[in-house]
C-alpha cells in the first residue's frame, strides 16, 4: 500500500499503488495537473512433465510470459484524481507478434466533493467483515514455504485478491465527521453492478450497502445494512430477487481486555415465489447469526482469544459466503493422466501454478453470487465457506506468541462445532479442528549473518455423525506444511517447501438451492493424498528485485479408485518494482 505525502495529495483518498515506489513527475508549468508513476515488472517460466509411465496423455506443458503492468495516477484538479493500471504483456511461447496484448487492468476516478465527503468510482475494493462483505482465503495453506507463498501471492494478484476484499466495479462514497479530538463518526455507502444482463437469459445484478460507524476512545460501534438484486426485468420472463441484509457490531477495550460481538441477520425474497418480498412473512427467507469475542494480550508478546458463534441454516450473505475457488473447474494443465484413465481434479498444486491467461479460463473466481459454490471435501467440511458457513455453531480458542520479525513464533487454534439444524437423519455433525503454526530462527542459536529459519504448521480436522440406518460420518482431513530458508551468501538464499494433505471416511454433502433448501446430499468416500515438495534458490538483486527457481514434485494418490500419479514442474520467477 502507497500513500503519497500530505502536500502532494491534500486530503484526497489513499489508493494502492502496486505496492510499488513512486515517481513523482509534476508539473512545471503549474501546480495541476500532478502525475505519479510506478510500475511491477514479471517474467515466468512453467515447464511441467508426467512421469515416463504416462506415455499416453501430453506429457508436457509450458507456460512462459513477461508482463509490465504500469501504475499512473494523476492528480487533475485539486478534487479530483485518476488512477489507472496499464499491462503490456506478451507471450513467450509464441514466437510471434499475435501473442502480445496490452489491457487497462484498473481505472478509478476519486476526489473530495467538499471537506467531509470522498468519491471513488471505477473498479473499487470492498470489504466489512467475516459474515457480511468478505473475500475467504483460498484453502490448503497453513504457514506455508516462501517457494509456494510467493506463487500464491502471484494467483491473488492476478484475481484481485490480495487481501480480504471484493474487487468490485461501481461507486464509493464516504463522509467522516469529528468529534472533539478523539471521537468520530463515518459514514460509507456503494453500489455495484455484479453481472451485466445478455437480456437473453442473464439478468442483471446490483449489489449495494451503507456502512455506519462511531469511534471513540475504548469504544466502537458499527452499522451495516446491504441489499443483493437479481432484476429479472432485464430478461424476458425473469423474476426478480432480493437479498437484504442488517447487521451491527461492537467492541469495547477494558484495560488489556478487549469485547467484540456482532450479530446480523438476512431476508431473502424466495425463488420458488419470485413475488414475495424479502420483509413479507409469506415464502421469504430469515435467518441471523451471532458472534462474541474476548482477547486479552500480556508480556507484549503473547494474546489469547476466545470466540463463540452461531449461523442459522438459512442465513444468505453472498458477499461473505462466495468462494474465492471455483472447486468444478478442471486443471489447466494435465486434467487428464494414467494414460488418459483418470479424469483428476483440482490438486494444491493446480491451484499455486495455475496458467495465466489474458482470456483464459482460470479456477479463481471474481464473481458474488448467492447460490452456494461447489468445495472441495479434502480441506474439511466445517467451514467452507468462511465463518458465514450456514447451519453451523461452535465455540474456538486462540493463542498466539510473536511475529515474522521475532525469533520465534507460535499460534495456536482449537474449535469445536456443530451443526445447528440436523441435515437428512436426526443427529447432528460434530466438527474438531486443531492448528498450529510459527517459525523459529535457527540461526539465532550462533553468531553469525547468515540466516537459517524453518516454519511450518498443520490442521487437524475431524468430522463425525453416528447413525445406525445409513453409514455414519467419518470424515478426517489433515494439513501439513513445512519451509526452510538458508541464505547461503549474501542475497542467495536455498528454499525448501513440502505441502502434506490427505483425506480419510465419508461424508454426505448437502446440495442447497438458491433459497438454501436442501435438495439431495451427495455421499463421497475420500482416501487421498496430495503431496507436494519443492526446492529452490532466490536471488534478491535488491529490495524491489528477486528471482527464484525451483523444482516441484507432485505426488497424487486417489486410493479409492486406484489411480497415482506423478507430476513435476520447473519454475522461474522474476519480478521487479520500480
Avoid at 388 to 396: F, M
Avoid at 441 to 458: H, V
Wanted: hydrophobic fraction near 35%.
Amino acid at each position: 500500500m502507497i500513500s503519497v505525502s500530505k502536500s502532494n495529495r491534500g486530503s484526497s483518498p489513499r489508493l494502492p499503488l502496486l505496492s510499488l515506489g513512486i515517481i513523482f513527475l509534476n508539473s512545471a508549468i503549474c501546480q495541476f495537473p500532478q502525475f505519479e508513476l510506478g510500475g511491477y515488472s514479471r517474467g515466468v517460466t512453467n515447464v511441467g512433465y508426467l512421469s515416463n509411465e504416462d506415455s499416453v496423455s501430453t506429457d508436457i506443458d509450458v507456460e512462459s510470459h513477461a508482463l509490465i503492468d504500469l501504475a499512473i495516477r494523476g492528480r487533475l484538479t485539486p478534487k479530483a484524481e485518476v488512477y489507472s493500471e496499464l499491462r503490456l504483456g506478451t507471450n513467450l511461447a509464441l514466437f510471434d507478434t499475435s501473442a502480445s496484448y496490452a489491457q487497462l487492468r484498473r481505472i478509478v476516478i476519486s476526489g473530495q466533493i467538499n471537506k467531509t465527503w470522498h468519491y471513488e468510482i471505477g473498479d473499487i475494493d470492498v470489504s466489512w467483515t467475516p459474515f457480511t462483505i468478505w473475500n475467504n482465503n483460498a484453502e490448503g495453506n497453513v504457514g506455508e514455504s516462501e517457494l509456494f507463498a510467493q506463487w500464491r501471492e502471484l494467483q491473488d494478484y492476478e484475481n484481485f485478491s490480495e487481501g480480504n476484499q471484493w474487487r468490485l466495479k461501481g461507486a464509493k462514497f464516504q463522509g467522516l465527521w469529528t468529534v472533539g479530538d478523539s471521537s468520530n463518526f463515518k459514514i460509507s455507502n456503494f453500489i455495484s453492478r455484479i453481472q451485466a444482463s445478455d437480456e437473453i437469459i442473464r439478468p442483471e445484478v446490483l449489489m449495494g450497502g451503507v456502512e455506519i460507524k462511531i469511534t471513540k476512545p475504548k469504544i466502537y460501534l458499527a452499522i451495516r445494512a446491504q441489499d443483493f438484486a437479481v432484476l429479472g426485468n432485464t430478461v424476458p420472463g425473469g423474476s426478480s430477487l432480493n437479498v437484504a441484509a442488517l447487521s451491527a457490531d461492537f467492541s469495547l477495550s477494558i484495560a488489556s481486555v478487549l469485547i467484540r460481538g456482532e450479530a446480523g441477520g438476512s431476508f431473502s425474497s424466495s425463488a420458488a415465489d419470485p413475488s414475495s418480498s424479502p420483509f413479507d412473512n409469506g415464502n421469504n427467507i430469515r435467518g441471523g447469526f451471532w458472534d462474541i469475542q474476548g482477547s486479552t494480550s500480556w508480556s507484549n508478546k503473547w494474546s489469547a482469544t476466545v470466540e463463540a458463534h452461531s449461523v442459522a441454516d438459512t442465513y444468505i450473505s453472498p458477499a461473505s459466503q462466495s468462494k474465492r475457488i471455483r472447486f468444478n473447474q478442471v486443471p489447466s494443465s494435465f486434467a487428464q493422466i494414467n494414460n488418459g484413465n483418470w479424469n483428476r481434479d483440482l490438486s494444491q498444486g493446480d491451484l499455486l501454478t495455475s496458467s495465466y491467461l489474458p482470456r483464459g479460463e482460470r479456477p479463481w473466481n471474481q464473481l458474488v453470487q448467492r447460490e452456494l459454490m461447489s468445495y472441495d471435501a479434502r480441506y474439511g467440511t466445517a467451514s467452507p465457506y468462511g465463518k458465514s458457513t450456514p447451519n453451523r455453531r461452535g465455540i474456538s480458542l486462540q493463542i498466539a506468541r510473536g511475529g515474522i520479525g521475532e525469533r520465534w513464533s507460535l499460534k495456536l487454534v482449537s474449535s469445536i462445532q456443530q451443526d445447528l439444524t440436523p441435515e437428512g437423519v436426526s443427529r447432528r455433525r460434530g466438527y474438531t479442528n486443531y492448528e498450529t503454526k510459527g517459525h523459529f530462527a535457527l540461526s539465532s542459536l550462533w553468531e553469525g549473518k547468515r540466516k537459517l529459519i524453518i516454519n511450518g504448521g498443520c490442521r487437524l480436522q475431524n468430522v463425525r455423525r453416528d447413525n445406525n440406518l445409513i453409514d455414519p460420518v467419518n470424515l478426517k482431513t489433515r494439513l501439513f506444511d513445512i519451509g526452510g530458508h538458508w541464505e547461503i551468501i549474501e542475497s542467495v538464499s536455498l528454499l525448501y517447501g513440502a505441502k502434506f494433505i490427505n483425506a480419510r471416511g465419508t461424508e454426505y454433502l448437502a446440495d442447497r438451492n438458491v433459497d438454501f433448501v436442501i435438495t439431495d446430499f451427495d455421499r463421497i468416500v475420500l482416501d487421498f493424498d496430495d503431496k507436494i515438495q519443492a526446492i529452490g534458490l532466490k536471488w534478491s538483486l535488491n529490495d524491489n528485485t528477486q528471482a527464484t527457481i525451483q523444482w516441484q514434485h507432485w505426488a497424487l494418490d486417489n486410493y479409492s479408485i486406484n489411480q497415482s500419479a506423478v507430476i513435476s514442474r520447473i519454475l522461474f520467477l522474476f519480478t521487479t518494482t520500480f
